[in-house]
């Protein structure tokens, strides 16, 4: 009775056979998840080359998209370029054509009286009454001719004086005249407009 209890108890011995199914099982289970892994990694690797693939080709994307705008803006700097030279080009034939206006003006208004003081020392004859009647003819007509070309003559003895439109050359003291006030005029201003061309040379009083 002791025996049997005994021999119930007491483990089986494990076998060579059952060491040997069990380290088949362990490696069939470890090849099972190296497989397993390694099909995961696979999956990961396809995931990420997909990531990286749509990156590219949103990259690629931006990058034709950058280079279309730039071609744009580029071809908007060449037509401003082309516009602004062009607007260059005639302004600056404006400008010689308004010079080469304005002199012709000028002299046309001067030329006649080029002419009677040509007239005048060819039909005088040496007489010195008619040299200083054609001269004072010629004068009288001169306001006419520059108040046609907006330039008008300014300085008068009695007016008071302005450091804006006289240069006081002379000083004097006259208690006949006011203060600060021109004596003479030695020579007349003009003005063109408001854009003083000379200054008018005057002697001052007081």
């Known amino acids: 009775m002791t025996e049997e209890k005994k021999t119930q108890d007491t483990p089986e011995t494990e076998t060579p056979e059952t060491k040997e199914n069990e380290t088949a099982e362990t490696e069939a289970a470890e090849e099972t998840a190296e497989a397993a892994a390694d099909e995961s990694g696979k999956k990961e690797k396809k995931s990420d080359i997909k990531k990286l693939k749509n990156e590219v080709e949103s990259l690629k ?5 950058e280079k279309t705008r730039a ?3 580029n071809d908007k700097y060449l037509r401003i370029a082309a516009e602004y030279e062009n607007f260059r080009k005639r302004t600056q034939t404006e400008r010689n054509n308004i010079y080469k206006d304005a002199v012709a003006d000028t002299l ?3 030329l006649p009286i080029l002419d009677n003081l040509q007239y005048a020392a060819k039909y005088s004859g040496g007489d010195a009454e008619k040299v200083a009647e054609g001269l004072t003819m010629i004068l009288s007509k001169l306001p006419e001719t520059l108040e046609k070309m907006n330039i008008k003559a300014f300085g008068e003895a009695g007016e008071k004086f302005d450091p804006n439109l006289h240069n006081a050359v002379l000083h004097v003291e006259d208690e ?3 203060e600060n006030v021109i004596a003479e005029v030695l020579q007349c201003g003009y003005l063109y407009g408001d854009k003083v061309l000379r200054y008018a040379m005057v002697k001052t009083a007081n």
């Open 176 to 178: 006949s005249l006011g």
């Open 108 to 110: 046309g208004g001067l």
């Open 71 to 73: 071609d744009e803006t």
């Open 61 to 65: 994307k931006q990058l034709e998209e």
